[in-house]
């Protein structure tokens, strides 16, 4: 038997305890055999410690609701009252937009869901071009709002396309469509003119809110497919004032290369280390109020171009913004559908760097490529010692 262990100052102490047993079977047919056993054991620090907030404020257990006798210090973890309540909250489903029945009465903890859940999310869509992907988001946008009666907004900021341009009148089309289905739902079209900023996009679109009105803007892109639990999110993890939220979400891996060849999947909520990554460095998709956008200057309407508005958006809500934070977690029902991405040359060096390696992180895991390498090695050392004399001597 052995003894190993490792610290982490995270979780606390982790042990693997390694046995070696000896199963003897004495019935029948007697045999002998040596068996390999692994315990896993993890030691915490302290106890659990949980605090429910609803919109930022800390609900507090009410001292009518705290247990009566005091004469027996039970474990508070342990405790029945604790344990049914958690219960209740998971097969409710209450935990997911961060409300523990128990710690309100039941008229106060209907009044604090239907305040969470009351809110208005109002979506706000840049776009040039892309008239296929805007259909799918189109189409995900009715069946998650506008079939479910959703409480949201959505507002197209419209470019002309030099590569398509039939689709400025198309979308349109698409978006008349879906007011005069739903008249009541809140759809509206803003056109812009020039060439497509996305920067500037987002700072038109949040323009037409009202700067008096607690206006939730969620800043999404034509690529994105999502889930009711990600308006749940949205609506718990931002608050006026204290908290932003820039979701994690799961980007998909080129379809072709990752399936070989074969017809992928068209569930875009399978995820795994083969059909996509986590985009831990994007901070494109944000949630965000009227005000605490205006309050950090907004976007910077000078760049232009593919990528770095958001990354000036998110340094602004670290550095400039004051007692305010930044809440950043993975949404496994928010995911970016593959698409390729082409790199214009006459890119600034940090965007044509940042393009490119964006390009290059969806195109398969380390795995698939690594397969790939070994499966093509003749031709890619080929390729090699090809580009290897074709560049100059330095």
């Given at each position: 038997m052995?003894?190993s262990?490792?610290?982490?100052?995270q979780?606390?102490?982790?042990?693997?305890?390694d046995l070696?047993?000896?199963?003897?079977?004495?019935?029948?047919r007697?045999?002998?055999?040596?068996?390999?056993?692994?315990v896993y054991l993890?030691?915490q620090?302290?106890g659990?410690?949980?605090r429910?907030t609803?919109?930022?404020?800390?609900?507090?257990v009410?001292?009518?609701e705290?247990?009566?006798n005091?004469?027996?210090?039970?474990?508070?973890?342990?405790s029945?009252?604790v344990?049914?309540t958690?219960?209740?909250?998971?097969e409710?489903?209450?935990?997911?937009?961060?409300?523990?029945?128990?710690?309100?009465?039941?008229?106060?903890?209907?009044?604090?869901l239907?305040?969470i859940?009351?809110?208005?999310?109002?979506?706000?869509?840049?776009?040039?071009?892309?008239?296929?992907?805007?259909q799918?988001?189109?189409?995900?946008?009715?069946d998650?709002c506008l079939?479910?009666?959703?409480?949201?907004?959505?507002m197209?900021?419209l470019y002309?396309?030099?590569?398509?341009?039939?689709?400025f009148?198309?979308?349109?089309?698409l978006?008349?469509?879906?007011?005069?289905?739903?008249?009541?739902?809140?759809?509206?079209i803003?056109?812009a003119?020039?060439?497509?900023?996305?920067?500037e996009?987002?700072?038109?679109?949040?323009?037409?809110y009202?700067d008096?009105?607690?206006?939730l803007?969620?800043?999404?892109d034509?690529?994105?497919v999502?889930t009711?639990?990600t308006?749940d999110r949205?609506?718990?993890?931002?608050?006026?004032g204290?908290?932003?939220?820039?979701p994690?979400?799961?980007?998909?891996?080129?379809?072709?290369f990752?399936?070989?060849?074969a017809?992928?999947?068209r569930?875009?909520?399978?995820?795994?280390?083969?059909?996509?990554?986590?985009r831990?460095?994007?901070?494109?998709?944000?949630?965000?109020y009227?005000?605490?956008l205006k309050?950090?200057?907004?976007?910077?309407?000078g760049?232009?171009?593919?990528g770095k508005?958001?990354?000036?958006?998110?340094?602004?809500?670290?550095s400039?913004a004051?007692?305010?934070?930044?809440?950043?977690?993975?949404?496994?029902?928010?995911?970016?559908?593959?698409?390729i991405?082409d790199?214009?040359?006459?890119?600034d060096?940090?965007?044509?760097?940042?393009?490119?390696?964006?390009?290059?992180?969806t195109?398969?895991?380390?795995?698939k490529?690594?397969?790939y390498?070994?499966?093509?090695?003749?031709?890619?050392?080929?390729f090699?010692?090809y580009?290897?004399?074709?560049?100059?001597?330095?």
């Amino acid at each position: 038997m052995t003894l190993s262990g490792r610290l982490s100052p995270q979780y606390g102490a982790d042990y693997i305890l390694d046995l070696l047993l000896v199963y003897k079977k004495y019935r029948g047919r007697k045999m002998t055999v040596p068996v390999r056993r692994h315990v896993y054991l993890q030691q915490q620090f302290t106890g659990l410690e949980i605090r429910e907030t609803v919109d930022g404020e800390e609900v507090h257990v009410k001292p009518h609701e705290e247990e009566e006798n005091d004469s027996v210090h039970e474990d508070p973890l342990e405790s029945h009252h604790v344990q049914s309540t958690f219960r209740e909250a998971f097969e409710n489903g209450l935990l997911k937009i961060g409300v523990l029945p128990g710690a309100l009465s039941p008229h106060e903890t209907k009044k604090a869901l239907n305040k969470i859940r009351d809110k208005v999310i109002n979506f706000i869509l840049p776009l040039s071009g892309r008239i296929d992907a805007f259909q799918r988001f189109l189409s995900v946008y009715e069946d998650v709002c506008l079939q479910d009666d959703q409480k949201t907004t959505l507002m197209l900021v419209l470019y002309p396309s030099l590569t398509e341009p039939l689709s400025f009148s198309n979308s349109i089309n698409l978006m008349q469509r879906l007011q005069k289905k739903y008249p009541l739902s809140g759809i509206y079209i803003v056109p812009a003119s020039g060439s497509f900023a996305r920067a500037e996009a987002l700072e038109l679109g949040a323009a037409k809110y009202d700067d008096k009105v607690e206006n939730l803007l969620f800043l999404v892109d034509v690529d994105m497919v999502f889930t009711s639990k990600t308006l749940d999110r949205i609506r718990t993890n931002t608050i006026k004032g204290k908290q932003a939220y820039f979701p994690i979400v799961f980007s998909e891996y080129d379809p072709n290369f990752s399936h070989e060849g074969a017809t992928p999947l068209r569930n875009h909520f399978i995820l795994d280390q083969n059909s996509g990554y986590w985009r831990q460095f994007g901070y494109g998709i944000v949630s965000v109020y009227k005000s605490d956008l205006k309050s950090v200057g907004g976007f910077d309407t000078g760049i232009r171009g593919w990528g770095k508005e958001d990354v000036n958006l998110f340094d602004k809500f670290v550095s400039v913004a004051a007692n305010f934070s930044v809440f950043r977690a993975a949404d496994p029902q928010l995911v970016h559908v593959f698409h390729i991405v082409d790199c214009d040359p006459k890119l600034d060096d940090v965007q044509f760097s940042m393009c490119r390696g964006s390009r290059a992180d969806t195109y398969g895991s380390v795995p698939k490529l690594a397969q790939y390498i070994y499966n093509h090695r003749d031709q890619i050392f080929k390729f090699a010692k090809y580009r290897k004399h074709q560049e100059p001597p330095s």
